[in-house]
């Protein structure tokens, strides 16, 4: 079964830290660009970053430049999402989805159950 | 930066046809995805590249896409179909998301 568990998510302060984990399993992750997109309580879907195949080209929102920092590891099926700084709008929930095709961007037809990050003093 | 434009909401009657817009410049030179999402749970992909059907996914839902408006067209609603749909392009390595619509089935 093709799938992707987030892990990571919780309660932080302002300013502070957090490590997002996704687990794929399924597919051939080394085979696809991968993405975390976020959704703030009771808003619309947001795009946050993306990643390709190799790790050689990453791209993110203009609201997360340099704060964020999305990576992968393909010998374990892993892609993660470093942030810092973070600040209350960064409270959401974060999934990670992936490109339906293959090394190419694409649609995202497989989506994780997502995790929570609450950024609050 | 690129923007799609989605209606907050649509209403539909029970076993009649939704239609969804998503409008953006030139849309019809991209390809457009859609999404559906339930309270609670992760986006469900229902079309892809403006008018492909994912595996599982109904027959009643179609896509279409031509100049500055794509469209979502679900086919003899069902209750089960009230959820929020978003609409989505690649601009350059870029994601656009549009604003989502809440359909709800009367």
Known sequence: ?121 | SYELTQPLSVSVALGQTARITCGGNNIGSKNVHWYQQKPGQAPVLVIYRDSNRPSGIPERFSGSNSGNTATLTISRAQAGDEADYYCQVWDSSIVVFGGGTKLTVL
């Open chain 1, 1 to 121: 079964e093709v799938q992707l568990v987030e892990s990571g998510g919780g309660l932080v302060q302002p300013g502070g830290s957090l490590r997002l984990s996704c687990a794929a399993s399924g597919f051939t992750f080394s085979s696809y660009w991968m993405s975390w997109v976020r959704q703030a309580p009771g808003k619309g879907l947001e795009w946050v970053a993306n990643i390709k195949q190799d790790g050689s080209e990453k791209y993110y929102v203009d609201s997360v430049k340099g704060r964020f920092t999305i990576s992968r590891d393909n010998a374990k099926n892993s892609l993660y999402l470093q942030m810092n700084s973070l600040r209350a709008e960064d409270t959401a929930v974060y999934y990670c989805a992936k490109s339906i095709a293959v090394a190419t961007n694409d649609a995202f037809d497989i989506w994780g159950q997502g995790t929570m990050v609450t950024v609050s003093s």
